[in-house]
């Protein structure tokens, strides 16, 4: 039977604004961002409650409309976390099936009324995963049909565990993916035992290559924001610019996305450079140098979105905190994007701070996350990894003085603002 959502919910249920949002990437086996996995984390300091946590689930596709299912994803898939009572209610419906991908989580008792329920959604175009798989019991057996994508949690699990599991899987014909990888070793290790799919932060954390050297084309850039922060003629800027054809189109594509605010179609590299200012064009340049990394692919980079997520932001925090000094803004812009500048260049943060000009505040929070800028950087990374560090959200929060509802909308305009940009380099 299915329920109405005004029955599952109680009176007192919580407002969606009180929980945290997070969502954490997953990528194919080519390392291009594919999907989000979108967690809602009741906003408390204690250990994560798992009832909360799918209340959280009910009440943000109850509110689908308000959070703007779009905006977070953009031209990505979503991944959310249903029981069955939240399976059985119509509000599913709200969200769009063709753009989500519901994970059963483990927890759930097989029914036949579960069963009939998935059918029907499977058949209005929904597409289902099995969550935190740790083997393949009998249970399964009914539900597995209607199932494309197992995911699998390799915390503590060994190579020969994983092994058979995997291969098991594999035969059944269903898509793998490997859950909390967290390094590169072992995200090679799922690679060679056949897993289509990857979440974890391993993409972020950084690789140091001694005496790696930078690309021709990041090295351009590089040189570029030296003449921006050297505060060199505005010939001069665009004299370099004009060298590189493809950095040119990036820069006036740029310049006529909706975040920038002009009226009308910017058509040439001095309107383009007028309308950014020096602080906006060192912005896009920082933004372009993650893209060349990941130049030539048809998909979004997650290093890319992570970082211009983070500087946004950094960003908009400040705006608020912060309303009559434009300059702290612009700084927490720079200190978000270049958070993850070590992992991009292969090349520790001390080496990429003794290339680029920054002030004192910037090279603490990067350094040691000290100061304002430190613990803006700190709530961020908090925030995308909420399973781990969840508890720290609340004193750094009060720290900020910044309140639970201010960042959830904050968070929103990140997210689209991220998914804009990122569509434009």
């Not at 929980?19 to 250990?47: C, H, K, M, W």
């Not at 309107?271 to 060349?292: K, P």
Request: charge should be negative; glycine fraction near 6%.
């Amino acid at each position: 039977m299915i329920t109405n959502l005004n029955q599952h919910l109680p009176d007192d249920h919580p407002r969606v604004k009180e929980f945290f949002l997070a969502r954490q990437p997953i990528l194919n086996t080519d390392q291009d961002l594919v999907a989000y996995e979108l967690l809602f984390r009741r906003a408390s300091s204690g250990p994560a409650n798992v009832v909360d946590d799918l209340a959280a689930t009910a009440s943000v596709i109850a509110h689908a409309s308000e959070l703007g299912i779009g905006n977070v994803i953009g031209n990505s898939l979503g991944f959310f976390n249903v029981d069955a009572a939240v399976l059985m209610c119509d509000f599913v419906n709200f969200l769009p099936s063709d753009k989500v991908v519901l994970e059963i989580l483990e927890t759930v008792e097989i029914t036949h009324e579960l069963v009939e329920r998935v059918t029907e959604l499977v058949r209005q175009g929904f597409t289902f995963a099995l969550d935190d798989v740790i083997s393949h019991s009998d249970e399964l057996r009914n539900l597995l049909p209607l199932i494309k994508i197992i995911k699998i949690d390799i915390t503590g699990m060994s190579h020969a565990e994983l092994s058979k599991l995997a291969a098991h899987f594999r035969n059944e014909g269903k898509l793998l993916l490997a859950e909390k990888v967290e390094t590169v070793e072992q995200f090679e290790a799922c690679m060679e035992l056949g897993f289509h799919y990857f979440q974890g932060y391993y993409f972020a954390r950084p690789v140091i290559l001694s005496g790696k050297k930078l690309a021709p084309s990041q090295l351009a850039i590089m040189q570029l924001m030296t003449l921006i922060m050297a505060d060199a003629e505005t010939a001069e800027i665009e004299r370099n610019i004009k060298k590189d054809a493809s950095l040119v189109l990036t820069l006036l594509r740029l310049a006529n996305t909706p975040g920038v605010g002009v009226t009308q179609r910017i058509d040439s590299l001095g309107q383009a450079l007028t309308v950014l200012g020096r602080r906006q064009l060192q912005r896009w340049l920082q933004i372009i140098l993650y893209a060349e990394h990941n130049k030539g692919s048809h998909f979004t980079s997650p290093l890319l979105q992570l970082a211009t997520t983070r500087g946004k932001l950094l960003e908009l925090i400040t705006e608020q905190l912060r309303p009559d000094n434009r300059s702290m803004a612009d700084t927490a812009f720079t200190v978000g994007i270049m958070s993850l500048m070590d992992t991009l260049f292969g090349q520790s943060m001390e080496e990429i701070l003794d290339q680029v000009s920054v002030v004192d505040e910037v090279t603490d929070a990067l350094l040691y996350r000290k100061g304002f800028y430190g613990d803006l950087l700190k709530l961020a990374e908090y925030i995308e990894q909420i399973e781990k560090t969840g508890a720290l959200l609340i004193p750094t929060l009060q720290k900020l003085e910044l309140s639970i509802e201010d960042l959830y909308a904050l968070q929103l305009t990140a997210f689209e603002w991220s998914n804009n940009v990122s569509a434009c380099v």
